[in-house]
């Protein structure tokens, strides 16, 4: 192997150009074999993409979790380069960096496209290539065995990025098992659970109706980097800005890159949103600026009872804890009401992964419904969120539906169970005097465990931080694990414990990885099952759309998957198969574009357009403004009555009695999709769950208005304490993307980044070494109180005015040490899993990752997440990333 | 004569061109042929970005030939970037531009930009941004 130093290296690069690289130069595959049709992806000149020749297909891309419409150009049996699909409602064409790194993953050198069979211990390292014929025997037989003797729960099926579409759960409930986990709860659920309580099942996610607004009030998004569904932002946010002259308004702890675009950036303390919020409420209301006719239409509580609530958050106070001047909080009070009904506020993780996010998100979406904005031209709208089944709001819409025969789900752990009465005693206690609309929802302690009944209320988010703690403390015996495209051990907090559980033979007997590469988690498992990437596979699309109008999408082969890598559903298919027992019955089919056209046969048009498309929308139908007030069709009225107190219509729904709207003005009306058809902003359901989990009545969690109240360890924080928050960057996404040689070579390090001022407090100076000793919360989490620290970060201090000077922020995506050359930032030491590679060449992998250490590069970061506290919010689980206490101490 | 018109209001420094750039033309890691760079304001510190073009950029010529935008315009998620004719109203060069290409028009930068390019910011992936810390 040719070895240059990295000076010589970037002389040779910036002097010469891409030609120096041609002719095999720098060439060199870790694996012999034919190397594949493209010499190195440095070989620029003579493998330019010929558009006269390249094929455009459309996909959905898969960089991240937000699903863009794109296209891709296929040459030679290969894709070249990904555009925008001009097609789809939500991009409006666009595309970000991370689509690119669809490609990368592809056709990345280190990738896995072999099973994989572990041959030394566990952890160790040490594989052999296998047949899928011996993967599918040998696991599908532990599989069979667990089913047969009568404990299917046993197997837990655990994915941190699954949009099959509903193709993994079909194939845990064929199994009989409910522990199908997720990772709902480090991402979204703090979020999530505010706008479910307030709006209904079906609006679990926003849509700002951002094409008309005027005035957007953002407390702590950061779409421009990060934020799902963020590219379906950017475009309008930029557009609504620059061509219309709208407002965006961000309160931030750090200078994102959308704190920076935005036309007023406000540095706040962490965890001071819901203030900033609330002081807003004071204000519109002590201004007489609400829509009072709106409110006593639909809110559930009474204007009265909110001014009274809101009096003494004036702000003055607000400025107290946030750090925002009292006159801008009321300014922008003053201008957000004034811009209504085109004014919409904005909120994702910044506000939310907090231990007071839940309330935080409260406060600030009960700031549309006061100004009247909720589905309104320009305001706070909810589209409708996916187009499967008969939900709330997609009424006329074809149903996208996998194809029959479904399996029936597994039936509630209910006392005298079998599953049941395994579980330890406070457990039992604990769910057996739940009420029956929990027990009946009620699936052990990793699906829906007890302590955190609002992460399931709604549906199952589940509180995957809790899954090792929860293993290892017995809550779940566990015959085998699948971890699908997860990354706990790596990404999770304290991610040592996920790493502890995985090593242990007698917690874990079988631990099968299934993924696209080589990972942290990957590296703990005992077989490795190579997944097909995003360009190489099926799946089905829908999500809520920011252009206010239902869509479908859907995502098809481009190229054959690399190597034997096959795609997740023919994984299970064929194990299904292996487990027989009825199971393989769910699974009757052979090709999966056929079984596609069938999911897709109610959609408008044919299939071969709906290929040719990508997309799928009714151009015609009415944007998804005021859902609630559509009328509800005479079908749905079978036998209807009207409560004549409530207003609310219920009619016959097969046996069932149902509420199907909410009669306004003598016409009946949709509503909203809540117990009272109204808005919750008052919800019981808080102080009811604190009361069955033990949660004092008066802590932040369990109150039944919006309000604020402080992190509990932030309250009077030390001089030489700070908070230390995390963050993404725009070209990364989560762990999964530091292989993706062109993003990691722009970002693949994390400094800690501190305001000068802090420096200067500290005695600190650029670049100095510091070690971060991380505290665990105060009270009612995981582990909460105990003094020992959690652990402790050492990296390099970069200086960055902006940010809030109580904190320290560090992005979390770096530091790996398992993976390929360019995750490592090292191509000397050989990556793990060789014996899974395929014939790809790329010199770029082997050689040229210049920011190596050993070729004096800064190196690919530290990892942080084990120092990092399990940290589940009380009752909802959301983790509170943002809420670490730190120490902070020169090297 | 074609022009590189970037609208500096609009840019938000994902990095899109950076990537669609180098996938498109196979840019070997080590070297960049069009890049955004992130430069924290002065005395405000709140980031600005400014994407640039290298002597070796040729404007997308493989992708001209068939009607189709640079890859760098194509991937812009905010429309910053545009191949025009003539150079919009109130756009100009950079008036001190570093190792960047001719035949770039901007508008809505700030001089301070200029200033920071001329001063040794460049494309080359050896001088980081001062956010993306690469010691």
Redesign the interface.
Known sequence: MVSLD??E??T???GL??AA?SGGLLSGCQSSGEGGDLP?????MA??????RAKAVPTICFGCTTHCGVIGWVQDGRV?????NPKDPNTQG????K???V?QATYDPQRIVYPLKRVGKRGEGKWRRATWEEAMTEIGGKLKALRDEGRPEELIFHYGRDKTKGFTSRWTDAFGTPNRLNRRSICSSNRRVPLMSMYGREFEWESQDLERTNYVVNFGGNP??AYQGG?FM??RL??AR?DRGAKLVTFEVR?S?????SDE?HTVHPASDGAIAMAMAHVILREGLQDTAFWNTWANVDLDTIREQVKDYTPEWAEGVSGVPADDIARIAVEFAKAAPACCTMSNRGSAKHYNGVQADRAIRMLDVLVGNVGKPGGFCLSTLRMWKNRYGQWGLPVIDQPGPKPSKPKPWRPGTREFEILPAEVQERVAAFPEMWQKKYFGELATPSEYPLSWHWYNMRVGQLVYPYIREGRQKVGAYISYTLGAAFGYPEANVAREVLMDEELVPLHVAIDISYSEQAALADWILPDATALERWDAHSTNNYGLRPYTGIRQPLVEPMGEARPVQIILRDLARTIGGGMEDHFDFEDLEDYYREWYAEVPGDWETLKREGIWTDPERPLDHELYLREVPADELVNHSVDPETKIVTADKGAKRVAVGIELDGKIVRGFDTPTRRITVQEPLYPLAAAHVGLPLDDINALELPTWGPVPEHVDLAEDRFVLTTFK???HTQGRSAGW???S?????N?VFMNPKTAVLLGLEE?DEVTLTVFRPAQHTYRAGEDEPVGTFTQ?V?L???VHPKVVAVSHHMGHWEQGNVARADMETPSKGEAGFGTECD??VTD????SKKRG??GGGRHLNDALPINPTPLVGGQSWFDNVVAIEKV | MSKMFVDVRRCIGCHACSVACKTEHSVPLGTFRTRVRWLPEPGDGRMTFLPVFAETCDLGANRAEHGLEPACVMSCPTKALAIVDDAPPESRPLERKGDTRDGVVYRGHARWQEDAMNAGVSLSPEDPDPIYEQW
């Open positions: 990295r000076r290296l970037l040779l690069a910036g150009g891409a690289f190195s992806l440095g070989d620029a493998t330019r993409i010929d558009y006269g070249r380069q990904i555009e925008g666009a595309i970000c960096g689509a690119q790194g490609i421009m980097e590219l950017i475009r930029m557009d620059v200078p890159a959308t704190a920076s675009i950036f960057w725009n070209v040689k062109y993003s070579e722009i970002v693949h390090t400094p670049g390099k970069r960055l005015e902006r010199a770029d040229r990752v210049w920011w590069g800064s």
